[in-house]
């Protein structure tokens, strides 16, 4: 009997129909069903950065929700800016890992429904220009930035004092093309970078 002997009528149709997917929600259903929010209640306070750090800084404001003393320079220490393998790793003392999200280079306001409807932790980064498809002399594709969304707000350490946190649905960078996105999640979840 060969492989597609072994199918059901129903999923022959299917697999003769069968045609590449246009799009993936950001977040794949849980295996155990839950669709609850990971962190439902934590205490977010921006953090200004100072220089190119916003992923040092970003990593540090999420550490400190746990009551963590650390800064951006402890991250700094422990991280590669271009590594999200090592941001997470990083985050794992405080009880968190990242997981990637389905996403491809569309633009941030196409996912920020989506995301917004998760009522949870994410981070999302972005270029800065259009990106291009080789890099610079230094070897730099072009510049990104990294912001964090929690529920329906915008947490940017770029930005100084009340516009550091905006309305999700209002943040100004909607229109830059997405680089990655990821879920926060408790350290030991199955899905990690």
């Known amino acids: 009997m060969t492989e597609v002997e072994k199918f059901s009528t129903e999923e022959k149709e299917r697999i003769r129909t069968w045609r590449p997917s246009p799009s993936a929600p950001l ?46 320079d402890y991250f700094k220490l422990r991280i590669n800016s271009q590594s999200p393998h090592s941001w997470s790793k990083a985050l794992e003392p ?16 196409y996912y920020i429904h989506e ?11 972005f270029y800065s220009v259009n990106p291009p498809y080789d890099p ?20 940017d350490t770029a930005k100084r004092g009340e516009s550091g946190v905006s309305d999700a649905l209002e943040y100004p960078r ?10 926060v999640v408790p350290i030991g979840h199955s899905r990690r970078v």
């Not at 405080?94 to 941030?108: E, I, K, P, T, V």
């Not at 995301?115 to 980064?125: A, E, H, I, K, M």
Request: hydrophobic share 35%.
């Open 174 to 183: 909607l229109a830059r093309p997405t680089k990655r996105i990821f879920r």
């Open 27 to 72: 977040w794949d259903e849980e295996e155990n069903g839950n669709k609850e929010p990971f962190f439902p209640d934590l205490n977010l306070e921006h953090i200004l950065q100072k220089g190119p750090t916003c992923v040092p800084t970003t990593l540090a404001m999420i550490a400190r929700s746990t009551g963590a003393d650390v800064g951006p």
């Open 115 to 125: 995301l917004v409807g998760y009522d949870d932790l994410f981070f999302v980064s």
């Open 94 to 109: 405080f009880g968190f890992q990242l997981a990637y999200c389905n996403h491809d280079l569309r633009r941030l306001d």
């Open 136 to 155: 610079d002399e230094n070897n730099k594709l072009c510049m990104s930035h990294i912001v964090t969304l929690y529920k329906d707000k915008i947490i």
